[in-house]
C-alpha cells in the first residue's frame, strides 16, 4: 500500500541534475565544455553552501552534503570530458571521416536488433541489422593494436543475427561517421558474416536457451498474444506483431513492451509476498529478492536499458513495497549519479529519461495523490491505482509528447485497465520461462494460463486506439517537451489554490464537453463521401477503395508489416472488407496482410497467377488459413461488381510461369493490374509493374486511360512516358516512404506527370491521401499538411 509522504530528502538531487547537465554538454560540446561546465556548477554549489553556513546554523549539518555534491560533480565532469576526448580524439573516428576500411575485433554489447526494411527481393531476412559493440584490438600497419570504445555494425548477413551479448567477434568493413551527442566512435557496415567468432558464456547461453523456450511456449497463443508475451516479460520484441506495436503506441502502452523497473518491482514483490506467507525473515527474503532482481537482469540481457530498469525497480520496490519513503528520493538521484558515471551516453538515451522521471513520479507524486484520494473516500486499491497510473503518466508527458509530436487524452485510462493484468501475465511469463526448458508441456500450461491476461491488454490497446480523438498534435523536440511541462505545472498550480481551482475544473469541462466532441463528429479525417485512399505505409502500397456499402471497402495490397494499414482502415471505418488483393508477392506489399485481416470480416483474399516468391506465397497462405479466408486467383478478363465499384483485370497480360526469384524485375512485371470504376471515374492501380509489363500493356490494345492513377513501383524511373501520356490521369497517388534507400519517387517521373496535367500526391509528405467526388473534377484531401518537397 502507498503510505503519506513523509518528509523528503533532496540533498543528493541537485547533484544528480548537475552530473546530468554536464554530461550533456560534454557530449555536445566537448571535453572542454565539460570540465568548464563541472567546475561552475561545483563553484555554485559549494558557494551557495557557505554563504548559508554563515546565515544559517542549521544548514552546517548540510555541509558534509554540499561538498559530496561539489565532488560528485567535478568527478563526473571530468569521467565525461575523458570519454569525449578519447572519442573524438580515436583513430578510428579520424578515419571514418574519410569513409575508410578497417579491420577490427569487438565485443557484442546488445542482441542484434533488426531495422525495419521493405526489401523487393522479399526474403524473410530482409532489413539491416544493427549491433552495438566495443572495440578490442583494431589492426594497422604494425599489426593488432589494443583499444577500446563503442561501435556500431551495420550488417545484412543473416548469421549476425545468432550472436549474442559478449560475444568476440572480428571484421572488416567501410567506416561511416557517427551521430554528434554520442560516445559511438564510428560506425561500421559489414557485407559478410562475422568471421572468428568467440565462444558464449555459459549465463549468456542459459538465458538465450530460456527466452527461446518462453518464445517456444508462447507459440500455443494466438500471433498476437504469443509475440506480446516474452515482450511484456523479457523485453523480447523479436515476434511480437507490427498492429500490436502500433496500438500500443496509440494507447501509451508501450512502456509494458520494454524491460522496466517495474517488471522488477512485480518480481521482487511476488518474491517477497512468497517469503512473508513462508515467515521468512527480513535476511532470508531480502536475498531472495537479490538473487531474482540478479536473476531476471542475466535473463533479459545486462544491457545499459536493462541495468537501468535493474535500477530503477530496486528503487521502485524500495520506495513502495518496503515503504522507506525518505530513501527512495536519494537511492534515484544516488542510481542516476553512478549509472551516468559509468555510462555517459545515457544522458543522451530517450528510455533513460524516461525511465527517470517515471520513477520520480512515483516517489514524489503517488503518495501524496493516493493519500489524497483515499481521504475524499475513493477506495484503496482504486485510489492507489489511480495515483500511480496519473503520477507515472504526467511526469513523462512531457517527455512522451517531446519525442512523438503528440498527447494522449486516452493513456492514463488504458493504463488504468491494463494495469491489474500485468503482474499475473509476468509472474506467469517469467515461470513459463524458467520450467520451458525443463518441461515445455508445464510451460505450455501457464502460458495458456498468462494467455486472457495478455489478450485483455491486447484489447485495451486496440480499444484505446480506435478512440476518435484520442491523441492531439503537439510540438515536438525539445521545445514542445518544454512547452507541455510548463502548462502542466501552471495547472497543478492553479488546481492546489482553491481560488483558481473552480475556474481550472470549469475550463477542463469545456474542453472535454465541447473540444473532444467535435474531434469525434467532425475529426476532418475521413473526408465525407471518400472513394479511394492511399494509405501511408511508409515505404509499400495499400489501396482502399469503397464498394458503397456502409464499412465496406475492398483493399488493394497491404504494405509491410508497420501495422499502417490496419490503423489506416481503422480510422476509415472499415470492417468488412470485400476483397483484399495482392498485386504481387513482396515484402512491401503482403506484410501487412494479418494486419488488414484483424478484426474485420474479410471475404476473400485475391492473388496473381504468379506465386513467387516461394517463402511470400507461404506467408500469404497461412495467414489466409489461420484467419479462415479462402485465397482466389485472378487473371485478365476478370471482372468484380459491387455497388458503387466495379473492378476489371487488365494485366498481366502474359504472365510468366517460372521466375527468377532473386530477379525483383520479373515479379513486379507480373503484378495485377486492375482498372476500378468508382464514382470519381476511372482508377488504374499498377502494383510495381516496369517498363516490359508496361510495354505488354500497351501492346495489348487495352483503353488504360484514367482520372486517377497509382504510379507504378513508387514512382520508380523504371515508367515509361509512353505509358503514362496513355494514362492521363487527373491525379497521380505515389505511395511511398520518407526518406527511402532507392531514391523513390524519381524526379522525372513526377516532372513528366505534372506536364500531363496532373496532381501529384505521395505519402511521404501528405500522410494518407483520399479522393473524393468533385463538381468537375476529383477532390483530393491529405491526412497532414504537405511539407515542402526536398
Known sequence: MIEQPARRDLRLVPSALAVWGTTLVGMYGGHHAAILVGIVACLLVIGCGLRAWHRFPLARRMMAGVLAVGALTITASIGIALRVQHTSGHELRAAAERGAEALVRLRLTEDPVRLSSAGYAGSPDDGRLLIRTQLTAMRGDDGWTPTWGGTIVLADDPEWATLLPGQQVTVEGSLLPARSGDLTVAVLRVRGPPTAVGPVSWWQSAADVIRGGLRTAASVLHPDPAGLLPALVVGDTRDQSAQVEEEFQAAGLTHLTAVSGANLAILCGAVLLGCRALSLGPIPSTLAAGVTLVGFVILARPEPSVLRAAAMGAVTLLALVLGRRRCALP??????????????????????????????????????????????????????????????????????????????????????????????????????????????????????????????????????????????????????????????????????????????????????????????????????????????????????????????????????DNGAVHACLRDLGVHTLALIVLSHLHADHIGGLTSAMTGRRVSAVAVGPLRAPAWADTRVRESAAAAQVPIVELRADQRLDWPELTMEVLGPVAPPTRVDEESGTEINDASLVIRATTPVGRVLLTGDVELAGQDALLGSGVDLGADVLKVPHHGSRYTSPRFLAAIRPRVALISVGADNRYGHPNATVIDELTTLGAEVVRTDLGGDVAVAEGAEAPLVARRTPEVAQP
Do not use: K, Y
Open 331 to 560: 537511492a534515484l538521484a544516488g542510481t542516476v549519479i553512478v549509472l551516468l558515471m559509468v555510462r555517459p551516453e545515457l544522458a543522451t538515451h530517450p528510455g533513460f529519461a524516461l525511465s527517470v522521471a517515471a520513477t520520480a513520479g512515483l516517489v514524489i507524486l503517488a503518495p501524496r495523490w493516493a493519500g489524497a484520494l483515499r481521504d475524499r473516500g475513493v477506495p484503496v486499491v482504486l485510489a492507489e491505482a489511480l495515483a500511480v497510473a496519473m503520477a507515472a503518466q504526467l511526469a513523462t508527458a512531457p517527455l512522451v509528447a517531446g519525442l512523438s509530436g503528440e498527447v494522449s487524452l486516452i493513456s492514463v485510462l488504458a493504463n488504468l485497465l491494463a494495469a491489474p493484468a500485468v503482474p499475473p501475465a509476468t509472474v506467469l511469463g517469467v515461470l513459463a520461462a524458467l520450467i520451458a526448458p525443463l518441461h515445455l508441456g508445464t510451460a505450455e500450461l501457464l502460458v495458456r494460463l498468462a494467455g486472457p491476461e495478455v489478450w485483455w491488454l491486447i484489447l485495451v490497446g486496440r480499444h484505446a486506439a480506435a478512440v476518435p480523438g484520442a491523441r492531439l498534435d503537439w510540438p515536438g523536440g525539445m521545445g514542445g517537451g518544454v512547452l507541455l511541462a510548463v502548462v502542466l505545472v501552471v495547472l497543478i498550480l492553479l488546481v492546489r489554490s482553491r481560488r483558481t481551482r473552480t475556474l481550472v475544473l470549469a475550463l477542463v469541462l469545456v474542453l472535454v464537453l465541447f473540444l473532444v466532441p467535435s474531434r469525434i463528429v467532425a475529426p476532418g479525417w475521413p473526408p465525407r463521401d471518400w472513394t479511394v485512399v492511399a494509405c501511408d505505409v511508409e515505404q509499400g502500397d495499400a489501396i482502399v477503395l469503397a464498394t458503397g456499402e456502409p464499412g465496406s471497402a475492398v483493399v488493394v495490397d497491404t504494405g509491410p
